[in-house]
């Protein structure tokens, strides 16, 4: 299984940027894709993005596109979300998560992941 932690969060003003970055350990080759959510108060985990762990294929929820990035350094393990001009109603645990190879399902859904990072928060206040 693979391991991961998330870090970068912090407290951020609006319009303002951050990156946060997610390691992954262990058995790496069995990612297929690496996905980000969030859960922000009192709301339930989605989906903002996702990135495959052998291409440059990103996929994005439509109401992120053009302010989310995702990135990739393949020799670190390491997947980057970046977030620009950021809303205080981006604020929110960011995951990421391992969608396995071999694994059917939509990497919009939770359920297709099978390794998650503890989540870091990422306030934007106004």
């Known amino acids: 299984q693979v391991q991961l932690v998330e870090s970068g969060g912090g407290l951020v003003q609006a319009g303002g940027s951050l990156r946060l970055s997610c390691i992954a350990s262990?058995?790496?080759?069995?990612?297929?894709?690496i996905g980000w959510f969030r859960q922000a108060p009192g709301e339930e985990r989605k989906f903002v993005g996702a990135?495959?762990?052998?291409?440059?294929?990103?996929f994005f929820k439509d109401i992120v596109k053009g302010r989310f990035t995702i990135t990739k350094d393949n020799p670190k393990n390491t997947v980057y979300l970046q977030i620009d001009t950021l809303q205080p109603e981006d604020t929110a645990i960011y995951y990421c998560?391992?969608?396995?190879?071999?694994?059917?399902?939509?990497?919009?859904?939770?359920?297709?992941?099978?390794?998650w990072g503890r989540g870091g928060q990422v306030t934007v206040s106004s």
């Open positions: 990135i495959k762990w052998s291409e440059d294929r990103t």
């Open positions: 998560a391992s969608f396995p190879v071999g694994k059917s399902g939509s990497y919009y859904t939770e359920e297709a992941y099978n390794a």
């Open positions: 262990g058995r790496t080759f069995t990612c297929l894709t």
